[in-house]
């Protein structure tokens, strides 16, 4: 069975259609070696389970179905961390380690926490400024929290 014979073959529930998906890239991988590559040892690969632009009612029923403590990124690091909530459990699935990923957005509220005032240097560049100070906004999240390991 292929993946495309996987989604042709228009399974009963979506349980039986992730299952059969799963089954299909196992099958893939097993049936070409240089895949397998990508997985250099027990415990050191990553199934990721996305769910783009869901809300934190269905995260956190998700979380719940995944064993261990699940530990979330932190924001304030910046780019993806910011852009994305992010829950990763701590016990492996046959050593896999399973991540939950969503909009950050959609499942917390960007709230001003405070201002911080910037100093910029003056530059005696081609296009020569003065010093100069400014006060910029510093955000933050609020999420709720979507289990007891998994709070804000």
Not at 75 to 89: A, I
Not at 124 to 142: F, H, I, K, Q, S
Request: net charge negative; hydrophobic share 35%.
């Amino acid at each position: 069975m292929t993946m495309t014979d996987t989604y042709a073959a228009a399974p009963r529930t979506t349980a039986e259609a992730f299952h059969d998906a799963l089954r299909a890239a196992a099958d893939l991988i097993k049936s070409n070696p240089i895949l397998a590559d990508l997985y250099p040892s027990v415990g050191q690969g990553k199934i990721s389970l996305h769910y783009w632009g869901d809300d934190a009612e269905h995260l956190a029923e998700i979380s719940r179905a995944i064993p261990g403590t699940m530990a979330k990124n932190d924001p304030s690091k910046g780019g993806f961390h910011e852009t994305y909530y992010t829950l990763t459990s701590d016990r492996k699935v046959e050593g896999l380690t399973v991540i939950v990923t969503a909009f950050r957005d959609s499942v917390c509220e960007r709230v001003l926490l405070h201002s911080k005032t910037v100093e910029h240097p003056a530059t005696p560049a081609l296009e020569a400024r003065e010093a100069y100070t400014d006060t910029v906004p510093v955000y933050g999240y609020e999420c709720k929290p979507l289990n007891k390991a998994a709070s804000k």
